[in-house]
């Protein structure tokens, strides 16, 4: 009769876990592109300044810049990579709300260092009703 070789199955078993995590690893998503732009007043085409655009506001040209943001994803080899949804809003006082909305199915696995440039957004006013009585 044979004996059972625990030292050939420790060693088949240890060669399938190596193979196993070889075909994975943590990989680098995009979360959210740097995103840059102007925002513009819709009437009198000029800058609109400090106005929020996501979690920044944009400066005396109205200019604005969002930071990239990653995340780190375990995944196995072949994986497809996630969508990408960003859904950022643009508000300023006495202007109409906007957003700045991006979506890629496969968008997740954009290369680090990955812009978007939003161009040139421009905003209306509100316009404000007086009571004439």
């Not at 876990?17 to 994975?24: G, H």
């Not at 929020?52 to 506001?57: I, P």
């Given at each position: 009769m044979r004996k059972f070789n625990f030292k050939k199955l420790t060693a088949l078993f240890l060669f399938i876990?190596?193979?196993?995590?070889?075909?994975?690893c943590f990989v680098s998503r995009c979360k959210r592109p740097q995103i840059v732009?102007?925002?513009y007043d819709s009437i009198t085409r000029q800058p609109i300044a400090n106005c929020?655009?996501?979690?920044?506001?944009t400066d005396t040209k109205g200019y604005f810049q969002l930071k990239e943001q990653r995340y780190s994803q375990f995944t196995f080899?072949?994986?497809?990579?996630?969508?990408l949804l960003v859904n950022e809003e643009i508000y300023k006082e006495?202007?109409?709300?906007?957003a700045i909305h991006l979506f890629n199915p496969f968008g997740g696995g954009n290369r680090k260092g990955t812009i978007h440039n939003a161009d040139t957004i421009f905003l209306?006013?509100?316009l404000k009703s007086t009571d004439y009585k």
């Open positions: 876990a190596i193979a196993f995590v070889c075909q994975s732009g102007y925002i929020k655009v996501g979690e920044n506001l080899f072949g994986y497809e990579a996630p969508p006495e202007y109409e709300k906007k209306k006013r509100i």
